[in-house]
Structure formats: C-alpha cells, structure tokens
C-alpha cells in the first residue's frame, strides 16, 4: 500500500516537471513550423539558444521582477510592456493575456517574440541574449536535430 502510494507520488511529481519542459529539438520543430528559421535575421539556434537562457525550455516559468512587472513562458515575455496581466499598468504591445504565455501550443509566445524581435534591438531586447548568447557560436544547440 505504502509502495504504491510512494510510486504514485513519485511519478506524478515526474511528469509534473516533464509537462512543463520541451525539448530542444521539439521547440526546434516548432520554431520551424512557424517560420522562425531566418526570421529577422535569427537562425534556429539563436531562437533555442534565447530560450534556453531566458526559461531553460520551461514553458510555465513565471518570473516575478522587483519593479512589479512580471516575465512569463519560454522567452519570459514582460508583463510592462508586452503582455497583460491585469496587475500592474502596462502597454500590452502584442495585445494578448500572460497566461497565453504560458500555453503549451506556444503560438501566442512565439507570434510576440516575433513582435519583439522585429523592433530596433531585436535579440538584444532580452538581457540574457545579450550576456550568453550574442556574438558566439551557437549552430550546436541544432546538433541532432531533425526538422522534417
Ligand atoms: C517551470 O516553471 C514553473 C513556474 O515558474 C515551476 O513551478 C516549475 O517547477 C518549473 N519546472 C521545472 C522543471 O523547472
């Protein structure tokens, strides 16, 4: 009884934590689909390498920041500026909820991360990409990843 009550535990905790992460070569294909490879300039692996940085692929991260605003999903979009949720005053530049940030079809993230990266700074938009990513080699974050 006990055994069985642990494993279900377990296992519930486990797939807890998978369901909120995608794997590389996943968002790869998606990011694909989406006509993401080039967009603006930026390969695959600038998009996988950004999300890395930004949620280390977690799609549900929230990230409360000490300016009241908040960053939501894979590219931890911010509340302030890009998104609404209805907490604090913001611009809502991509007309859409925070929590569609989070959802697992990841359209709404990416069609606002498309917005964001078509202003002036692009990438450079997101501190993280700035600090880990730009200016370095990035083509492994593809390694063996099939888009077809
Ligand atoms: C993903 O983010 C959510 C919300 O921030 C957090 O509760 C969850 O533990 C994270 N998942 C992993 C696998 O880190």
């Known amino acids: 009884m006990t055994k069985v009550l642990l494993f279900a535990l377990v296992s519930c905790i486990l797939t807890q934590n998978q369901a909120n992460l995608i794997g590389r070569c996943d968002l ?13 300039g930026y390969s ?6 950004l999300a890395f940085v930004e949620s280390s692929f977690n799609i549900s991260k929230v990230n409360e920041n000490v300016d009241g605003s908040s960053d939501y999903g894979l590219f931890q979009i911010n509340s302030h500026y890009w998104c609404n949720d209805y907490r604090s005053h913001t611009k ?5 909820d925070c929590q569609e940030m989070l959802n697992p079809n990841l359209l709404s993230g990416l069609s606002c991360a498309k917005k964001i990266v078509s202003g002036a700074e692009g990438m450079n ?8 990513c730009s200016g370095r080699p990035l083509s492994y974050w593809m390694t063996g990843c099939r888009l077809g």
């Open 44 to 49: 695959l692996s600038d998009w996988l390498c």
């Open 92 to 96: 809502n530049l991509c007309q859409v």
């Open 28 to 40: 790869a294909k998606v990011l694909h689909e989406e006509d993401m490879d080039g967009f603006e």
């Open 125 to 132: 938009s997101w501190m993280a990409w700035k600090l880990h």
